[in-house]
């Protein structure tokens, strides 16, 4: 692969006047790059609110210092850093602005405005003291995925890729200094366009591999020890589980099985580390990671309708999508003993079909004990990501679980979050009948969620203002197909 690196370097003096001209030269750097109309002029528009504050405050009267600006293309996009030789920052002050409300800075602090137009319009933003050595402010600019893809700059070759057929590969583990090369072959596998952005980022990979956040293993050609493939297990935020994911071959090998033994490989890895099992989730606009998920075994347990933004993959894209479902699988990596689970009867024969789908024996109570005593106040954690999707588990019900999870739920509709996820721990009485109370409030079945120390969820769902369009979802197996009929059927807005 060709290195299409570059950067220029801009000096100027810390005078208002001379921002322009810095401003015109990133404009045409990037719409070199493929940024349009829009993004030039979110990018010309950091750069004002960034030199003029620097010139305006950050100064002694009277100092004249240069400001040294850098232009870099990064795999996702731009880069740029300043620095000067000016007075230290408040650096806790700047990234306070990141998180508060723009109505509260023009009512308390109007002067923090500008800053908050950083940090909006910013894909990343980094403030630095280093003493003697100045300041330095970094930020990237990301192009959005289609123009990313299309872009004639970030071509890896006009001509059609060549598939090799007759070659042999072993796997092994990534050494720290392949972390560049890993980061490199995503993008020439997927452009700018995978989901797991992380592995654009080389730094990322090493630390991530070096903390055991991240296990990856790679694919090599035993004829020239290329690498050509990988694979990794991350740790899922949600589950404190492995994550079968960022796995990628470089085209011209694809088809010679270098996913698939490269993730028995993993599989063998993680048994050693003593992991109970591992996950993946499927994307459902076509079947390929399905397929892929199944020949290593792996079954499905929960379908996440409405889970990602419309994702753009190379060669497998199409106009109008909805937003992306995605299939959660899981293999049981050490045998397991029968588990006891509370579930509501209504439920019960399905989440029975999910557990045999996964071999895992199980006994279903669906009669709430009598001997149970509620909590008075009900326990939850929240997340969310950059999906517009928001996660509730249920820690420890209360006697006003309803109420609490009413409330939540109101709260992420006004601020526009398109879809909640319900998590009920199935190991507690109460969510037999809870379940029922959670659905009058318009949540529905989605699945099985595992998480570490054998625990496990009923996942429900909340669809914010969505007629979903489920004729678009391809599921393979005949099982998928059962259980996408199944939350179809409970989905409430399909009855609108």
């Known amino acids: 692969m060709a290195n299409n690196t570059h950067n220029f370097r801009i000096s100027i003096q810390n005078e208002l006047g001379l921002i322009y001209p810095v401003q015109a030269a990133a404009k045409a750097y990037a719409s070199i790059l493929g940024f349009k109309n829009k993004e030039c002029y979110h990018i010309e528009l950091l750069l004002e609110e960034i030199l003029s504050n620097t010139i305006k405050y950050d100064f002694m009267p009277g100092q004249k210092e240069d400001i040294n600006i850098c232009f870099e293309k990064t795999t996702l996009g731009m880069a740029l850093s300043i620095h000067s030789k000016s007075i230290p920052l408040d650096i806790e002050k700047l990234n306070s602005f990141a998180s508060v409300d723009k109505e509260e800075i023009l009512k308390h602090n109007a002067s923090g405005l500008g800053t908050f137009i950083i940090n909006k319009l910013a894909d990343s933003l980094t403030y630095t003291n280093k003493g003697k050595e100045g300041q330095f402010i970094y930020f990237e600019k990301n192009l959005p995925q289609q123009a990313a893809v299309e872009n004639n700059l970030f071509d890896q070759s006009e001509s059609e890729v060549k598939v090799k057929s007759d070659f042999d590969f072993y796997m092994r583990r990534l050494k720290p200094e392949e972390a560049l090369f890993i980061s490199q072959l995503a993008y020439y596998a997927y452009h700018v366009s995978y989901i797991y952005d992380t592995i654009y980022y080389p730094e990322s990979v090493r630390k991530l591999n ?5 296990l990856s293993v790679v694919a090599v050609n035993k004829e020239n020890e290329d690498i050509i493939g990988h694979v990794a297990a991350m740790v899922e935020d949600l589950s404190g589980m492995p994550e079968m994911a960022v ?14 033994k490269g993730s028995k490989y993993l599989f063998e890895l993680l048994k050693e580390q003593n992991a109970d099992g591992v996950l993946v989730h499927a994307v459902t606009t076509h079947p390929y990671s399905q397929k892929a998920a199944l020949k290593l075994d792996m079954k499905e347990t929960a379908l996440f309708i409405s889970r990602l933004t419309p994702l753009l993959m190379n060669e497998i894209k199409a106009d109008d999508q909805p937003r ?26 399905m989440i029975l079909g999910i557990y045999e789908n996964i071999r895992q024996a199980v006994n279903i109570i669906s009669e709430y004990p009598e001997s149970v005593t509620e909590n008075e106040l009900t326990e939850i954690e929240v997340s969310a990501d950059s999906y517009g999707c928001s996660h509730i588990f249920l820690k420890r019900y209360g006697k006003n679980a309803k109420t609490i999870i009413d409330k939540t739920l109101k709260s992420m509709c006004v601020n526009r979050i398109e879809s909640i996820y319900l998590y009920l721990p199935l190991e ?4 037999i009948s809870y379940c029922a109370e959670f659905e009058s409030l318009r949540f529905f079945f989605g699945g099985i969620v595992q998480q570490k120390d054998n625990m496990d969820f009923l996942m429900l769902q909340y669809l914010n203002n969505q ?6 979802l391809t599921l393979f197996s005949d099982f998928a197909r059962e259980l996408l009929t199944y939350i179809q059927k409970h989905d409430p807005n399909q009855n609108i």
């Open 467 to 472: 007629v979903y369009t489920y004729n678009t």
């Open 428 to 431: 507690c009485a109460e969510t």
């Open 324 to 349: 992306e479902s995605l299939l959660r699988m899981y293999i049981h990596l050490k045998s397991q003993e029968t588990k006891t689970i509370y579930a509501p009867k209504h439920h019960s024969e």
């Open 210 to 214: 070096e903390e055991g956040e991240m």
């Open 247 to 260: 796995a990628f071959v470089n085209p011209q090998y694809r088809g010679g099985g270098c996913l698939h």
